[in-house]
């Protein structure tokens, strides 16, 4: 009963004070500020003459609160965003809105907000964190008053914050173009639901909303860390369906079929007489199943506590696929969600982009999970020539792991993420939370 209290109270005061961020201006928010003081220190009307000046704030803002209404607005607009294909955590993104006013009046001194899906998490959500959590006693104080939690599934759920952008002057039944910049926090898809022109009033305190349709989502990347020149070890082996699989030329010229373009083939396999019969891009396929396969094992499976710890791994992960060339290769990855997953990148058959954008929503599993991922490292293994491991932990289960695929021969390049530093092991790079980039550069 006093969780689900205190998660109303949360609820109720993230929402009032989204709703003060938007319909108060800068000017309006100092006047407010200044009223909830004199009305502090005027509580007492023989000792201070503090409720004199509450109560000529309260009058203003009555007054802006009189004049301020949507409906009196009368603003027409369309908008129309050109966004990049994807983003990237911690890079500056920026786009460009097209607003067109279909009015017969100019529209002068409006501000364009941007309306993202709610952030507050539901009542399940709320609970669900508390019980994950590690017993003791700050746990069972954030169970019970659960502020920190609180913050931490906002942030989860909000992968950027855009600011409030000035809109130029537009003329009557013209168009301006607004560009808007800012910096998402968080893989994922920002999801855009629409955009708001507000307008102040007189007073300039409090603002008219002009609500404008246009639901829009951009893909935000992992953060990536710069990664030395990385020689995976590995030998060219024996692919079932490497024909199927490989577009590029191989060790051997013998000539297979012909088949249509798929995108990422090479122009200069294209048979172009076979294109001027058939009126359609046509490519020789060579016979090519001897080549160098890659795996790259994510590990998800982790506790509710290990969130930065998961969201460094992809990071991780992530920078191991734009390092590992894939032109000459194949890479794998491997990962365990609701169900097993494995995406296959290089030789025509996907682009690096593309697993990023698969790392991109990547979410932990559950811990009991990693005997699924194991199965399904061990199912695959026979087809790769080399690994890599992006571990949450350095335990028994994964070291297990580790010996088997060592065990087979198979060369296993492996990183551990952790919260804090670990003593050093061989063949193991323990990368802390912090401090992750430096322990990359020394690979």
């Known amino acids: 009963m006093i969780r689900l209290l205190f998660y109303r109270t949360y609820r109720r005061a993230f929402g009032l004070a989204y709703w003060l961020s938007r319909r108060f201006t800068a000017a309006g928010k100092l006047v407010l500020a200044c009223l909830i003081l004199a009305a502090v220190f005027g509580t007492d009307t023989t000792q201070s003459t503090a409720y004199q000046a509450a109560a000529f704030l309260t009058g203003v803002l009555v007054v802006a609160a009189i004049c301020v209404s949507d409906r009196r607005w009368r603003g027409k607009f369309t908008a129309t965003r050109r966004l990049p294909r994807l983003g990237t955590v911690g890079s500056p993104v920026t786009y460009h809105v097209t607003v067109n006013n279909l009015t017969a009046r100019p529209q002068r001194g409006a501000v364009m907000l941007e309306d993202l899906p709610d952030p507050r998490p539901a009542w399940d959500e709320f609970v669900a ?6 017993p003791g006693l700050e746990a069972w104080l954030d169970d019970v008053i659960g502020f920190s939690r609180w913050i931490q599934l906002v942030a989860r759920r909000r992968p950027a914050v855009i600011g409030e952008t000035l809109v130029p002057d537009v003329t009557a039944r013209a168009t301006v173009e607004v560009p808007v910049t800012f910096t998402p926090s968080r893989r994922g898809r920002v999801e855009f639901q629409g955009l708001t022109l507000a307008r102040p009033e007189v007073l300039g305190l409090l603002r008219s909303f002009c609500r404008v349709p246009a639901a829009q989502s951009l893909v935000i990347l992992p953060k990536r860390y710069r990664l030395p020149c990385l020689a995976l070890p590995g030998d060219r082996e024996y692919q079932p369906l490497g024909v199927a699989l490989a577009s590029a030329v191989g060790q051997s010229d013998e000539f297979v079929a012909l088949r249509d373009y798929r995108p990422g083939d090479s122009l200069r396999h294209i048979h172009w007489r076979s294109v001027a019969k058939c009126d359609r891009l046509v490519v020789r396929e060579n016979e090519d199943e001897f080549f160098v396969r890659h795996a790259l094992i994510l590990d998800t499976c982790a506790t509710v ?24 290769s194949l890479l794998d990855l491997l990962f365990v969600g609701p169900q097993a997953y494995t995406f296959t990148a290089g030789r025509g058959v996907g682009h690096v982009e593309q697993m990023l954008t698969v790392l991109a929503g990547v979410e932990p599993s559950a811990p009991q999970q990693f005997a699924t991922l194991e199965t399904l490292v061990l199912r695959h293994v026979a087809r790769v020539s080399g690994c890599v491991c992006v571990l949450l932990a350095w335990d028994e289960p994964r070291q297990r792991l580790v010996q088997q695929l060592r065990a087979r021969g ?15 092991e061989p063949g193991v790079l323990f990368l802390p939370v912090g401090q992750v980039g430096e322990a990359l550069s020394r690979l």
């Open 305 to 328: 506590e290990d969130d930065a710890v998961f969201e460094e791994a992809v990071a991780v992960a992530s920078s191991f696929v734009c390092a590992i060339e894939t032109q000459e």
């Open 129 to 134: 964190r508390a019980k994950h959590r590690a």
């Open 410 to 424: 198979l060369p296993v390049r492996v990183c551990v993420v952790t919260a804090g530093v670990r003593e050093p």
